[in-house]
């Protein structure tokens, strides 16, 4: 099993319309789109903070978006963004809106404190704000982590016998392509000595 993970969206009229115009959900596959342009990150977690520390080496301005007063990323990717002179935090905020015809030209911004709201011209935004697991084909006939991901050992072997999971889909501290792939070589060479 190797269905992966569907980013989460913002839910707002006109994104998935602007996805691809402006809107993306990973700053790898699209930051060299925005050089020398400003760009917004929605999230304040691990993948946020990646985002906007990545995009501020191919950006002219990152503004990072965070619904709270605090990230909640690991301690040291906190102190990269805190530190970065290209990468400023807009705290206790959500995107309200987008704006743009056939691309994206600003975000509207709801501060949850006050309910003020601003808008910000930006190029491109990028929203890390998590995934979700695809294991609508497998619920209830495998085990799942409360979070819905595939529970496997580290033979990426499931509970049940000969039926194997790799990748996004499964229960695992770090997805990146990296351990995705990693996963899918143990998966197939283990998968090959149990047959």
């Known amino acids: 099993l190797a269905m992966g993970g569907t980013s989460r969206k913002l839910g707002l009229k006109g994104e998935e319309r602007l996805t691809g115009r402006g809107v993306s959900y990973c700053a790898v596959c699209d930051g060299s789109f925005y050089k020398d342009k400003t760009v917004a990150v929605i999230g304040g977690g691990d993948t946020a903070a990646e985002d906007a520390n990545y995009l501020s080496r191919i950006c002219s301005k990152v503004y990072l978006v965070h619904r709270r007063s605090e990230l909640r990323a690991a301690k040291s990717l906190q102190e990269e963004v805190m530190k970065n ?80 999971a790799c990748g996004d889909i499964r229960e695992k501290s770090f997805r990146q392509v990296v351990t995705a792939v990693s996963d899918g070589a143990i998966a197939a060479l283990a998968a090959e000595k149990n047959i």
């Open 85 to 164: 002179p290209k990468v400023e935090i807009i705290w206790d905020s959500i995107v309200e809106s987008i704006a743009g015809d056939t691309s994206l030209e600003s975000i509207n911004l709801k501060n949850v404190n006050t309910n003020e709201i601003t808008s910000l011209e930006v190029d491109g935004v990028f929203v890390a704000i998590g995934a979700d697991p695809n294991t609508c084909l497998v619920k209830d006939k495998i085990q799942l982590s409360k979070t819905g991901y595939i529970i496997t050992n580290e033979d990426m072997q499931t509970n049940l016998d000969n039926v194997f």
